[in-house]
């Protein structure tokens, strides 16, 4: 049975796009009879990123040992952080071979949290990924992205899927916004600085905004915006029936390099309200699953009109199987 390591900095528990990737393609290989071993930070000792408690910093003394011990005939470094750091200085000094993921546009969080340069986490990530035998991003977009900022080497587009079976409405929600007082809008998010939420919660009074995730900025955005409705995190079902409930969704982030929860909402047939730019750009197909424009709230009026079982046939595209078969196909052999 071929052995798969992955190398991450996030925790299982974490709620986000990476996480969501992992667990998704784990299943799909261990369907195709691959064992899938992670190395994460709950089995080191660690402490919170300042000012961003989400995010944790791992001391990975272990890390060669723990690599070793699972046996690898592939290794993947899915993050650039402490992990992610030494993982790859180990593996470099035994002349092991494996591939990179560039998730997270990490230079311009770096620049919104902290206030680094982002010139100088470009350097950082060029160095990281250099000696990767192929670097994983999300669109071709963003492989663009990278080629513009100076990565070189072999970079592949790897797509996402929905997981169908969990997300799942309770019930078939009825749509007519017309006989709502304001149409309904929906943001899921990690609630936090580089995503740009304030321009959704904006978006209020003319529409019902309904924010869905918690995050290092929910008090101050809490208190900000009294109107607006907040659930914290939400799974399965009961995020299904947000989604299914929204007459809009909005993604506000011009961070992100892709946006899983695009897709999730146009599974349920709720068209997308985005900026043009990368992440929603590789998504949205204008004037069927959403609408892109620089005016948020002009790309939510012009989104009340598109055909919801359009939307919702467009999106079968999206699919856990296609981003594994991207993801096997592009796995580097250690030796």
């Not at 300042?50 to 470094?77: C, F, K, M, N």
């Not at 000094?93 to 591939?99: A, H, I, P, T």
Request: glycine share 8%.
């Amino acid at each position: 049975m071929p052995t798969i390591t992955i190398i991450t900095d996030n925790t299982p528990d974490q709620i986000n796009g990476v996480v969501t990737t992992y667990r998704n393609i784990r299943l799909q290989a261990e369907c195709e009879g691959y064992r899938v071993e992670e190395i994460n930070p709950t089995q080191f000792a660690g402490m919170a990123a300042p000012g961003y408690p989400e995010v944790r910093l791992s001391w990975p003394w272990r890390i060669g040992q723990l690599i070793a011990a699972t046996d690898p005939d592939y290794v993947h470094i899915a993050t650039e952080g402490t992990l992610g750091l030494a993982a790859r200085l180990w593996l470099d000094r035994r002349g092991w071979r494996y591939n990179t993921s560039y998730h997270t546009r990490f230079p311009e969080f770096m620049s919104t949290i902290y206030g680094v340069p982002s010139g100088w986490t470009y350097r950082y990530l060029r160095w990281f990924h250099k000696h990767s035998g192929r670097v994983l991003t999300t669109t071709h977009t963003m492989v663009e992205d990278l080629r513009r900022h100076g990565f070189d080497g072999d970079i592949r587009a790897w797509t996402r899927g929905v997981d169908r079976d969990n997300l799942r409405p309770t019930q078939d929600w009825p749509h007519n916004h017309s006989y709502r007082h304001r149409p309904r809008v929906l943001c899921v998010s990690r609630v936090s600085a580089e995503k740009n939420l304030e321009a959704v919660c904006e978006l209020s009074p003319e529409f019902d905004v309904h924010v869905v995730g918690d995050g290092p900025a929910l008090t101050d955005l809490r208190q900000r915006y009294p109107g607006i409705t907040y659930y914290g995190y939400l799974t399965g079902s009961d995020l299904a029936d947000q989604y299914a409930q929204a007459d809009v969704f909005a993604f506000p982030s011009r961070a992100d390099t892709f946006g899983i929860v695009m897709i999730e909402a146009m599974s349920l047939g709720t068209p997308v309200a985005a900026y043009p730019v990368p992440g929603p750009q590789d998504v949205v197909r204008p004037g069927i699953t959403g609408v892109m424009d620089f005016d948020l709230a002009r790309a939510a009026r012009q989104c009340l009109a598109l055909d919801r079982d359009q939307i919702r046939q467009d999106s079968q595209r999206w699919t856990w199987q296609a981003c594994w078969q991207i993801f096997r196909e592009n796995m580097i052999m250690v030796k």
